[in-house]
């Protein structure tokens, strides 16, 4: 018996949505929708350039295979590159390679704000290093980029005692910022606000319990009414009624003061005679 009232219970208490009706009711809104819109755009905008520091990026390359014989590249030489490649890159990271940037640039920062904005990694399988700086300043992310491709092949052959690697690209000064991305940023601000607002109508559709037509009782309730009061404006109904009723009484007041009129004149008549 308990688990019948819990399942009865259980069924009442869930909550159907009606896909149809939330876009229906959205889409009645979509003027608020758009507005929102546009709104978050032009706030994310307008942080983005006043608020949030634009960074560059510069990029240089290092080829890490050079000829054990003269001027020949052999099938050796190849393959030394292939399998030191990641060496290559986890010695770039240590820290004198750093610290020798920072002293010859003169740099103000330490060896780890350095290297967070420095990316070095491989060029898919090739054997190319590549080796990028971001910066908030262009012409210094070009010099450390550069400085530490010059490192890569002073420093790092010195610890692995392995033929030279070569600058195989030097890096340049950017002209374009990498970040932030005003278009992208502007998109998400102004999704998000719309996202927000479509989601506090979609609450409140759904914590909307009262009746809007007979459709809605029926779903809810289970029974289907018997009649339906159309939708009108009460006051204005009443007004009408008190006013058809004023005009109604004047007809009557007139109408009883003609005839006491024509009585009047009848006993007049009657005594003249």
């Known amino acids: 018996m308990n688990q019948e009232t819990l399942n009865t219970t259980t069924e009442s208490d869930e909550m159907e949505i009606d896909l149809l009706e939330v876009f229906y009711y959205l889409k009645a809104r979509a003027v608020w929708l758009i507005l929102a819109f546009v709104v978050g755009a032009v706030i994310a905008g307008f942080c983005t ?3 949030i520091t ?9 080829y890490m295979v050079s000829s054990t014989s003269g001027s020949v590249v052999d099938l050796t030489d190849l393959n030394i590159g292939t399998s ?4 290559y890159v986890e010695l770039m990271k240590i820290r004198p390679v750093f610290e020798d940037v920072i002293e010859d640039l003169d740099l103000e920062y330490d060896y780890d704000e350095l290297l ?9 399988d090739t054997r190319l290093m590549k080796i990028t700086v971001t ?6 992310a070009r010099d450390v980029a550069n400085a530490l ?14 033929t030279k690697p070569r600058i195989a690209e ?11 991305s005003l278009s992208k940023n502007t998109l998400i601000g102004g999704l998000a606000l719309f996202v927000v607002l479509a989601a506090i109508f979609v609450v409140q559709l759904l914590m909307d319990d009262t009746f809007k037509s007979a459709e809605d009782v029926e779903k809810m309730l289970g029974v289907m009414p018997l009649t339906v009061i159309p939708e009108g404006n009460l006051e204005t109904i009443d007004d009408k009624a008190e006013e058809d009723i004023r005009k109604q009484k004047r007809k009557e007041r007139r109408k009883r003061q003609r005839e006491r009129r024509k009585e009047q004149r009848k006993e007049g008549k009657k005594n003249a005679n």
């Open 84 to 87: 030191l490649s990641q060496d």
């Open 116 to 124: 967070g904005m420095t990316e070095i990694g491989t060029v898919g």
């Open 170 to 180: 030097k890096a340049i000064t950017p002209e374009h910022k990498s970040s932030p």
């Open 49 to 51: 350039m006043a608020f």
């Open 54 to 62: 634009p960074k560059y990026q510069a990029t240089s390359k290092v």
């Open 135 to 140: 910066s908030i300043d262009p012409v210094e």
């Open 149 to 162: 491709a010059k490192q890569a092949v002073t420093y790092v052959p010195k610890v692995m005692a392995v």
